[in-house]
């Protein structure tokens, strides 16, 4: 039994570096290989960590039963027609990884709601402008997505004082937040939202989803904020949406295609903050969930954030 580690994420971790992590945590016994400057025998490898799925790569490993993706997004894996119906796939749950997104969603739903953009553009033009700020009750998030991120990012908001509603597919209760769910709960939720979190995976049910439609019921001059995947929204759709100020920002950290194209018009569109998806980006605690499920995929004993791969997420 082989573990064999690949990464095309080099400048989040190269695959020598994540084995450098995994080594001591898995003991100096447990055969450890690395994709593809040292990758042992193939066909002994029944456990892949990686952080997307490399095409043709399953395809190499006859005898792979578990594939851990480091990270939250497992969208290259679950449904991908390389991986045969029988290997598992897991993903990482850190909270490092989930304080960061939720601090990512506070610092841009803070951004507007105390003005800053506003104060950095009078103070270019020396301008005295003092506007009444808006009281934080008043004040309506909504976040879609109440998973494990989600769920603490709604969690945070309404810690500050916001008023919170959360949308998921099932029905869920959250302390604080007035949480919904199912597809003809999302447009009224949108319409009563000033600012609108998404960490939604990326699924059959989510692509697109932000849509022409489903943008023209957000609240006027409120604020879209997507930490999940570039693929929730669509992006011509997005750009009319903002033209018409429903929304009138956007905060855009993960794109259909990464990295953005440096003719796209996102970059340029005066409605949009873009940031290199970054939003969640340490895994602490996370290495010892992939020590962990080795030793489960050894023993038969049930996997940690084993994802349902029929569901997507
Ligand atoms: P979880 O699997 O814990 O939660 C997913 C949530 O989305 C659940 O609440 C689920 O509903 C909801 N959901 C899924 N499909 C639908 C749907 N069709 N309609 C409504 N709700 C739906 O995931 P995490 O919270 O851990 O992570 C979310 C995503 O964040 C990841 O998949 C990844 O893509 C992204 N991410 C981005 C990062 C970045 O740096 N930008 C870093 C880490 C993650 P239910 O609870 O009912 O199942």
Redo the contacts with the bound molecule.
Sequence with gaps: MTILIESNLPEWMTAAQIRDVVRPLIGDDAPLHIYPDDPGELDKVEMLLCTQLLPGLAAKLPNLKLVQKL?????TMAANPELPAGVRVC?L?SDS??SE?AEFCLAFVLRDHKQIRHYAADQASKTWNPIEPPITADVTVGV????????LVAKLMGMIGFRVLG????A?SIEGVDAR?GEDALMPMLAECDYVCS?????P??RGLMNAKTLSAMKPGSTFIN???GDLFDEDALLTALNTGRPAHAVL??MSQEPLPADHPLWSHPGVTLTP?????HMEGGFEDVAENWLRLQSGEPLLNEVNRSAG?
């Design positions: 990270g939250a997004g497992v969208e993903r749950r990884c989930s997104m879609l997505g109440l998973g494990f991120i989600g769920g949308w998921s597919r099932s869920k769910f960490v939604l995976p990326s699924t049910g989510t930490v999940g995947r950290d993960v998806h970054v939003s969640g980006w997420y």
